[in-house]
C-alpha cells in the first residue's frame, strides 16, 4: 500500500476456507491457513522473539533468513497486527475479505511511503 502497510486479501473461495478452519480449529487453526497462504506469496511467519519484538501480535516479513542449524539471522521488513488483544486478524479477513497490517517503524515500504 502506499502508506507502507501490508493489504492481506482473501477471495470468496479463501474466505470460505477460513470459516471452515475456524469451525474445525479455532483461531489457531485460521492462523495456520493465513501463515501457508501468505508463505505462497513470498512472505514468512515471524515469531516476535526473532525480530526483537515484545508482542504476542501476528508478524510477517518479506524476507526470513536461517542458518543450518534453523536459527534465524536475518529478518526483512516487517508487517504487524498491532491491535491483536482486541481484534482478531484472520476473523475480520474472513468477514471482510481484506486486513492491514501495519509497518514496522523501520520499514523500507513506510520510509518511502513518508519520502524518507
Do not use: H
Not at 519484538?53 to 534465524?72: Q, R
Not at 536475518?74 to 479477513?93: A, C, S
Request: glycine residues 8%; negative net charge; charged residues 30%.
Amino acid at each position: 500500500m502506499d502508506n507502507g502497510c501490508l493489504l492481506i486479501q482473501a477471495n470468496n473461495e479463501d474466505r470460505a476456507e477460513l470459516k471452515c478452519q475456524y469451525e474445525q480449529g479455532g483461531y489457531p487453526r485460521a492462523e495456520d491457513f493465513v501463515i501457508e497462504s501468505m508463505g505462497q506469496l513470498g512472505y514468512d511467519w515471524v515469531l516476535p522473539e526473532e525480530c526483537g519484538a515484545l508482542t504476542s501480535a501476528p508478524i510477517f516479513s518479506d524476507e526470513k533468513t536461517m542458518n543450518d542449524e534453523g536459527e534465524v539471522t536475518f529478518v526483512g521488513d516487517v508487517w504487524w497486527f498491532p491491535n491483536y488483544m482486541l481484534d482478531d486478524p484472520w476473523e475480520i479477513l474472513k468477514n471482510r475479505g481484506r486486513v492491514i497490517l501495519d509497518p514496522e517503524e523501520d520499514n523500507k515500504s513506510l520510509k518511502k511511503a513518508r519520502g524518507a
